[in-house]
T-cell receptor, first 114, second 113 residues
């Protein structure tokens, strides 16, 4: 257990509505990540953060924004949800230490956009 | 474009069999390769490999990296139904800004009694 929680765990919403997913960690790790997982595509990075207010885009960032105002929380926002954003969203953290690249994943949020 | 390819995409074996899962990669500035197991939930970490030819082992699972031929294998001996899962391979690059893991699409392993 990497001390990561995600909320909500399941959400159904309609096209065009804004959605915010929350990732919360208890270990004060600096690095946090948002991935989406889709059949046939594997896990793909949306955005990541390397500190409070320090974020950057990943491979599939279009249509998503993030914010990190506290070390423990990393928020992912879909400004206007589309059906193509139906997916399972995973948050991950990377513990400190130059010798480790390991990321640990939260339980995931299943989002359905109708 | 960086690429991680896993094979086979799916595999069905009987309990007690030994399986080998493959992960090949074409990336710039390789730093490490990681294996994860994913049941119907979040991926869980298995191994991280950085050096060629050094086997990592945990119980019935083992993995090795070949940096010359750009691949890794994950072996599972004496498989059990609890080994049924999707096994993910990911590569971490080195260099400034290389924060992400690049994942393969996974191998779905089904172990039948």
């Amino acid at each position: 257990d990497a001390g990561i929680t995600q909320s909500p765990r399941h959400k159904v919403t309609e096209t065009g509505t804004p959605v915010t997913l929350r990732c919360h960690q208890t270990e004060n790790h600096r690095y946090m990540y948002w991935y989406r997982q889709d059949p046939g595509h594997g896990l793909r990075l949306i955005h990541y953060s390397y500190g409070v207010k320090d974020t950057d885009k990943g491979e599939v960032s279009d249509g998503y924004s993030v914010s990190r105002s506290k070390t423990e929380d990393f928020l992912l926002t879909l400004e206007s949800a589309t059906s193509s954003q139906t997916s399972v969203y995973f948050c991950a953290i990377r513990p400190p230490g130059s010798g480790t690249d390991t990321q640990y994943f939260g339980p995931g949020t299943r989002l359905t956009v109708l | 474009e960086d690429k991680v390819v896993q094979s086979p995409l799916s595999l069905v074996v009987h309990e007690g069999d030994t399986v080998t899962l493959n992960c090949s990669y074409e990336v710039t500035n390789f730093r490490s390769l990681l294996w994860y197991k994913q049941e119907k939930k979040a991926p869980t970490f298995l191994f991280m490999l950085t050096s060629s030819g050094i086997e990592k082992k945990s119980g019935r699972l083992s993995s090795i990296l070949d940096k010359k031929e750009l691949f890794s294998i994950l072996n599972i001996t004496a498989t059990q139904t609890g080994d049924s899962a999707v096994y993910l391979c990911a590569v971490k690059l080195s260099g400034a800004g290389s924060y992400q893991l690049t994942f393969g699409k996974g191998t779905k392993l089904s172990v039948i009694p």
